[in-house]
């Protein structure tokens, strides 16, 4: 008999198995769509259409965005941005006269100069930058000069669109910064915010030393693609805190394993332009703007403490043909072969100072990780250099990477913290003129008396008159404030009553001199020659100097200076004994023939000496004349030779010009080509992409229409099974009437 419910049990199953099949062959023909080389071929080449398109609109706007993005003002320049110990703010303009005149001079203060390269992005919020801003080896700074390089991705729209660099980013960035610093519980006030496409430069400073600043100024100078583009290059500022003048650059040079000789022409383009009214090299015009003065009144490296610093990019120095890879030998000897470090940066190396290197590379890692990349060379791109003038004494309390910050980009973010005082401008030199002060008193006090030592004493009390003189120059020098002021006075009283005194020493120890002979230092002669001759302790003491002057060394001119006694030799001194006796007598008094004949032969000595001084004098300017005359004529032979080194330099430039030029255009023609073969490949990819997608709709088809078939067989068995049964159904039905009636007939026949 023909089992019903198993039949259909069977139907069902086979339905049901195929439908399955239909559903796995699907997926599986799209994910090995999707996740194929051609699939990604697919994907690659539909973006690049997108990005085809987008440059094409771009193209169409590019002058109208130019022109918006010029005309856009600075945002943060010359504004100050108070951070309250609750986060409250306020914005104001800086003047000068938000601030009352401080009385005290600058105290030692603490800056801190951060520099991270962000890869395009925002700081991860993963990242702590508590440990970058403030770590727990120092102490709150001051000062904080914040700079990143590539805020943005760099490229050819962010490069026209952020030329003044991106003001979401940019506020993003500092907010980030100010809730930290509002974190110490000090009020802090931003000083400056700026950027440029991808660079910025924010600085804060600690409410109780903003009145020392004045004199802010800022500039931005652009190294990329021949000085065209901000892509590269610097954003600085630079102010003046007390008798300090303060100036930091941060900066972003060209990148490339080999592109040293770009990298040092973006650094010197950058140090000869920044804040100059006319380009160097080129003699344009960088006419004033948006804030930034560009007067020529200063350079970076002319200041008492300036900072060069950021992505130097930086390379170790392999061999030409070598490409992207990691150096022999282990990590710590990498940095043997660092180019900063081997002078490969002569406008750095000769001025600026680093602290040492004691961090890991600072560039590539693998995003999240510690691990640096096997597709770069490792490098210690990030550094910060320091150039300081002899006015200001600077200390460095740490210069280090921090290896924590992982998750935003692919450098490591670098800090130096220093302390900077103003010692040798203003307290130093008041102890160095009071130890020169008590210098001179012992030099007075241990003179011999010796008529045979006045050759010695003169000497001594010239050289006592030059160092009182030197000294009082120097404290006339100073720019001076409060309680410094009085004390300056009582050394320059002090300095006046040891030069009255030295005065009257040497009119003791020296002869009465001829008119015609040089007067003595500190004389009031009229003559010509007393405006070649120093002035006096007294002078000096007693007039003011003038207000460009700068303070000399006075410790190191003091440490110099020796004092011996004169060796003894049988040559005769240019100063007689004899000279000292006196020659006249008294009126009235008997003098005997020896008496006068002695009197006539010390007149006839110091008419002589008088004659030979004279001669030697004459002599010496002869000396000096035929000197001035041979370096003229030396200065006139050396002209052609100079327009001869000026002439090839410059055709130097030009070659080295022409052959960057020509590295452009055969880079841009391979770049063209590229992307020509790039467009064909992607047109391949995305036919063989249609084809792989008809080959998968087809499959799709098929299974729907086995899945169709199989329904019908379904269904088909279903209505035989069901025929059978009611086939089979009628049959016993009519058994059981013919047996029924069978039985009727049966019992009707009984």
């Not at 490069?159 to 610093?181: F, H, I, K, P, Y």
């Not at 405006?531 to 000399?552: C, Q, V, Y």
């Not at 000279?579 to 006068?596: K, Q, Y």
């Not at 006139?636 to 055709?651: L, N």
Request: charged residues 30%; negative net charge.
């Amino acid at each position: 008999m023909f089992n019903f419910r198993s039949a259909v049990n069977k139907v069902s199953d086979a339905a049901k198995a195929a439908k399955n099949q239909a559903a796995d062959s699907v997926a599986q023909a799209r994910t090995h769509v999707e996740q194929s080389s051609v699939g990604r071929g697919v994907a690659e080449a539909g973006r690049a259409a997108r990005s085809s398109v987008e440059q094409s609109e771009f193209s169409s706007s590019v002058g109208r965005v130019a022109e918006a993005a010029r005309a856009k003002a600075e945002q943060g320049i010359g504004k100050v941005r108070s951070l309250g110990a609750h986060g409250e703010s306020r914005r104001t303009t800086w003047s000068a006269e938000d601030w009352a005149a401080p009385t005290e001079p600058l105290p030692p203060l603490d800056v801190r100069v951060c520099s991270w390269n962000l890869h395009g992005s925002l700081i991860a919020p993963e990242d702590d930058v508590k440990s970058w801003l403030l770590p727990s080896t120092v102490s709150v700074a001051q000062l904080y000069v914040v700079g990143v390089q590539e805020l943005v991705e760099l490229g050819a729209k962010t490069t026209v669109l952020n030329a003044s660099g991106d003001d979401a980013r940019q506020q993003a960035l500092e907010s980030r910064v100010e809730d930290t610093l509002t974190s110490t519980g000090h009020r802090f006030l931003k000083v400056c915010g700026f950027g440029m496409v991808g660079l910025a430069l924010i600085i804060y400073i600690r409410e109780d030393v903003a009145p020392y600043l004045r004199s802010l100024d800022c500039d931005r100078v652009k190294t990329g693609m021949d000085g065209q583009f901000g892509n590269k290059g610097s954003v600085c500022a630079r102010f003046v805190m007390g008798d300090v003048s303060f100036c930091f650059a941060n900066v972003h040079l060209a990148s490339g394993l080999h592109n040293t000789y770009e990298r040092t022409q973006h650094l010197v383009d950058v140090l000869a332009n920044a804040f100059q009214a006319t380009q160097a090299f080129k003699g344009t015009s960088r006419p004033a703007k948006l804030g930034f003065k560009r007067q020529s009144r200063y350079k970076i490296e002319s200041h008492h403490f300036s900072v060069v610093f950021g992505d130097f990019n930086s390379r170790l120095q392999m061999p030409q043909e070598e490409k992207e890879c990691h150096p022999e030998g282990p990590p710590d000897a990498w940095l043997e072969k660092d180019q900063l470090l081997l002078g490969y940066y002569p406008c750095l190396s000769d001025a600026f100072h680093e602290g040492v290197v004691a961090f890991p590379p600072t560039y590539k890692y693998i995003p999240g990780t510690n691990q640096l990349t096997d597709k770069r060379c490792p490098a210690w791109t990030d550094r910060i250099f320091y150039r300081v003038t002899r006015q200001t004494d600077v200390a460095i309390h740490e210069y280090d990477s921090f290896a924590n910050l992982i998750c935003t980009s692919d450098h490591r973010p670098i800090a130096a913290q220093f302390r900077v005082m103003q010692d040798k401008a203003s307290s130093s030199a008041e102890s160095v003129a009071e130890a020169r002060i008590e210098e001179a008193r012992g030099l007075l006090a241990d003179l011999p008396t010796g008529a045979d030592q006045a050759e010695f004493v003169c000497k001594r009390l010239l050289a006592i008159d030059d160092h009182l003189s030197t000294t009082a120059q120097g404290l006339d020098d100073l720019t001076l404030v409060g309680a410094q002021r009085e004390r300056r006075r009582e050394l320059l009283s002090q300095i006046e009553t040891l030069g009255k005194d030295v005065e009257s020493r040497k009119s003791d120890a020296s002869p009465a001199q001829p008119s015609s002979a040089t007067p003595a230092l500190g004389t009031n002669a009229t003559d010509s020659t007393t405006e070649s001759t120093p002035k006096s302790a007294f002078d000096l003491a007693s007039s003011s100097a003038p207000e460009s002057a700068s303070l000399p060394d006075a410790a190191s001119a003091l440490s110099e200076m020796q004092f011996s006694p004169p060796a003894r030799t049988d040559v005769a001194s240019p100063i007689s004994h004899t000279a000292a006796l006196p020659i006249g007598l008294p009126s009235g008094s008997n003098s005997t023939d020896a008496e006068i004949a002695a009197r006539e032969s010390a007149e006839n000595e110091t008419a002589e000496k008088a004659a030979r001084e004279a001669a030697e004098k004459e002599a010496a300017e002869k000396v000096a004349s035929e000197a001035a005359e041979k370096e003229a004529s030396e200065r006139v032979a050396r002209e052609p030779e100079k327009e001869a080194a000026e002439k090839a330099a410059s055709a130097a430039v030009e070659k080295m010009a022409a052959e960057k030029a020509a590295r452009e255009a055969a880079e841009k023609e391979a770049a063209e080509i590229a992307a020509r073969e790039a467009e064909k490949e992607a047109a391949e990819k995305a036919t063989t992409a249609t084809a792989e997608k008809e080959a998968a709709e087809k499959a799709t088809r098929e299974a729907a229409e086995k899945k169709a078939a199989e329904e019908a067989a379904r269904r088909a068995a279903e209505n035989e099974a069901a025929e059978i049964a009611a086939r089979e159904a009628t049959e016993k039905e009519a058994a059981e009437n013919a047996a029924r009636e069978a039985a009727e007939k049966e019992a009707a026949h009984g």
